[in-house]
């Protein structure tokens, strides 16, 4: 989603209508809904649809025609809009006023939807779907006497049907009609968990919580895993994790974090490998051991924030060497993107501000001066096989003391509520 679009959605949610809308119309991708899977898709979006209206009791939800109707009985929009940012698998949705199955009342909605907009658009046109073909008139007549009734009763008003700074859009269905302007891009995406489950590794940077998103609106189910060197690392950078799990469970809730121990692992590494490889050989026992953990989870996949020739453990033949040590498919959504790109992400989400807090990652503490940026795969080996004999059972160790936390966004002031 571009930048722009991005401000002129979160404008639209943040609209004060004088009247305000009765309900919001939510769509699905056209492509999605194809064949079986159509139903298990809406019930799927409907679902988390459902955990995101929560805090709002009010608000009820109707199914028709593969489509949503959020009536908001008295909720603000802009809530409800915030809730839905959080789902995948949405198209777009527009916030609607409901009205009679009668031209004069759709016609009055139209003024007083013009008349209450705040700029007052100076051009516009009427856009008719007419999906329920027992309603007298059909679209064009609609269209016209709409359109003819707006000129009269609101001055200063032109017709452009070609690029209108208000397009009043009315929808005539079984029941009702629905009267609104405004089309508010979704997610898009698939639902949650839809498509599988995969480990996320979470640094505390910028580009690994991106990652995750990315990889949850495709429908992956997430569960992240950090590596952290208490007492290298303090507290404070575990409790940033932690506060980026919390960001991200906004969007699957509760969101899993396994926190793995790697202390014991650096300090040996530190110690027996070769300093120029050293962070290759780092981050291939944490893919090694997040296999392990994927076996037990039930995940059969790893999301990394790795970004191409970001720095030298992401030239391409780092990405090489690294990728061999586990046989999962590695996903890495960020991969050829730009650092710009990324970070407005971060900004969408709502991950940059904590991931620019100060920190010790497990890898910089231990970070050589000079790695190589073009690793060679048999020296790595070597290197491994030398180390081998301790490095499966500090491995072993590591998966058999994770601590795994469930986060929620509600979870603020207890966050060391570990299960
Ligand atoms: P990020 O912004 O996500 O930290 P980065 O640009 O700093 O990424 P690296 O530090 O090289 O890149 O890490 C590359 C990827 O390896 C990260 O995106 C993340 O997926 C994984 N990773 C790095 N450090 C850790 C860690 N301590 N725990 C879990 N995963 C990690
Ligand atoms: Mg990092």
Known sequence: MSGKMEQNRQQEAGT???????????????????????????????????????????????EEHGRLYLVLNGTAFSKVAEGLDKVFGIANYSPAWITELDLKAIQESAVRLIEASD?????????????????PYDSQEVGREVGGYVLQSVEGLKVDVHSPEMDVRVEIRDRHAYVFTTVIEGNRGYPLGS????????????????AGWLGMRRGLEIEAVHFHSYPYTSERAKQKVIELSRIL????????????????????????????????????????????????????????????GQVASQTLASLNVIGRATELPLLRPLITMDK???????????????????????CTIFLPK???????LSRVEQAERKMEE??????????????????????????????
């Not at 194809?34 to 649809?49: E, P």
């Not at 700029?119 to 309603?135: L, Y």
């Not at 000079?370 to 060679?376: A, G, L, V």
């Not at 490095?391 to 929620?408: C, F, G, H, N, Q």
Request: contains cysteine.
């Open 249 to 308: 469970s906004q969007y699957a809730n509760p969101f899993t974090l396994h926190l793995v121990s790697f202390t014991e692992i650096q300090t040996k590494l530190k110690e027996q490998c070769p300093e120029s490889i050293l962070i290759t050989v780092m981050r291939r026992i944490m893919l090694r051991i997040c296999s392990k953990l994927a076996e037990r989870r039930h995940a059969s996949a790893i999301v990394t924030g790795e970004n191409l």
């Open 195 to 210: 498509n599988g489950k995969a480990l996320l590794m979470l640094s505390g940077g910028i580009d690994s919580p991106v």
């Open 16 to 62: 004060d209508w004088k009247t305000p809308p009765d309900v919001v119309i939510v769509r699905f991708g056209e492509l999605m809904l194809k064949g079986r899977n159509r139903h298990r898709f809406i019930r799927s979006v409907n679902d988390q649809i459902r955990n995101a209206m929560i805090p709002y009791p009010d608000v009820t939800i109707q």
């Open 119 to 135: 700029p007052r658009p100076s051009t516009f046109k009427v856009t008719v779907r007419r999906a329920n073909k027992r309603f």
């Open 340 to 362: 710009l790109e990324i970070i407005r992400h971060a900004e969408q989400i709502g991950t940059y501000s904590t991931s620019i807090l100060p920190y010790e990652d497990c």
């Open 370 to 376: 000079s790695p190589t940026t073009n690793p060679s």
């Open 390 to 419: 301790w490095l499966e059972e500090e491995m072993e160790k590591a998966v058999s003391s994770v601590e795994t936390m469930r986060v929620s966004w509600q979870d603020k002031d207890k966050l060391d509520e570990y299960f």
